[in-house]
């Protein structure tokens, strides 16, 4: 009888132990940022839009994935620090070299060049421009949202902000190549349309800047 009771206490502190062995996973788990908070409609735009963003950008061949990761982490962890990132990211010549191979922008007649830039250029800004409308109304909501699912909002648009800026750069490049082709008129043109673009990819930083401050503010009201 003894040694069955002996039995029965060592695997009950072995079921114990292996119970606090697995808490702190799992404790740690649901702390992940994000990682089971709901998503309200503005939201979910905001997601979307990024996403499509993304994924022309990548098409299109303006960025490359593994280039602008490391830009977006960056500018998230800044802001959720309280730090301003002020580190432009660099593109490598060899993506901008892609963009020009994908088009075969070389080749065209100058016309043709023009209107791929034109057109590239319009998309663009279209789709940086459907990011900034999402993240405005998002951050100018008045339905609750939880401060770890705001963190995740702006990771989405510090993606954004990081695809644009790099977009920007290969545009540059191939602004550059087909520059002599093209006479003063439509050059100017394609730079208008390039500043644009610039000028609301900046707006993306704004945005970025406007969810971090929600977010500090839903903290510090918690607190």
């Known amino acids: 009888m003894g040694k069955f009771l002996g039995v029965t206490v060592m695997a009950c502190a072995c079921l114990v132990a292996t119970g606090c062995a697995s808490a702190p996973i799992s404790v740690a788990g649901s702390a992940l940022p ?3 908070a709901p998503e309200i409609d503005q939201q979910s735009a905001l997601r ?3 996403d499509r963003l993304q994924s022309v950008f990548e098409d299109r061949g303006w960025i490359r994935p593994a280039n602008s990761m490391a830009a977006s982490a960056r500018g998230w962890m800044a802001r959720l620090t309280g730090q301003t ?3 432009e990211p660099t593109i490598d010549r060899d993506d901008a070299l892609a ?4 088009t075969d922008i070389d080749s065209l007649d100058s016309d043709a060049a023009l209107e791929l830039l034109r057109m590239d250029l319009e998309q663009a800004d279209a789709l940086v421009r459907d990011v900034d409308i999402a993240a405005h109304m998002l951050a100018t909501t008045d339905q609750n949202i939880s401060r770890s699912s705001l963190t995740r909002d702006l990771e989405h648009v510090e993606r954004a902000v990081a695809h644009s800026r790099q977009a920007l750069e290969t545009f540059d490049h191939a602004i550059a190549a087909v520059a ?3 006479d003063t008129e439509s050059l100017d043109h394609v730079h208008m349309q390039r500043a644009q673009l610039a000028s609301h990819a900046e707006r993306l930083r704004d945005r970025a800047d406007e969810l971090a401050n929600l977010r500090h503010y839903l903290r510090a009201t918690a607190s």
């Open 34 to 36: 994000g990682s089971s």
């Open 48 to 50: 979307r839009a990024v």
């Open 85 to 87: 990132d002020e580190e």
């Open 99 to 102: 963009y020009l191979a994908l």
């Open 180 to 182: 002599p082709r093209l």
